[in-house]
């Protein structure tokens, strides 16, 4: 369900390779897919969690 827009309202992108990141919310919505290249201290991913 997380690469598909029709099952999580948005997202129809499928990882490239290990390490993407997905960010769930508390009511297990998808909020966020950040790319593996990114590192996990990058502001973007910092930001998508607070």
Do not use: C, M
């Amino acid at each position: 369900w997380l690469s598909n827009a029709g099952q999580n309202g948005w997202n129809n992108r499928a990882p490239e390779w290990n390490f993407g990141k997905y960010v769930i919310d508390e009511t297990g919505r998808l909020t966020h897919y950040i790319e593996h290249a990114v590192d996990p201290l990058d502001t973007r991913l910092i930001q998508a969690l607070s």
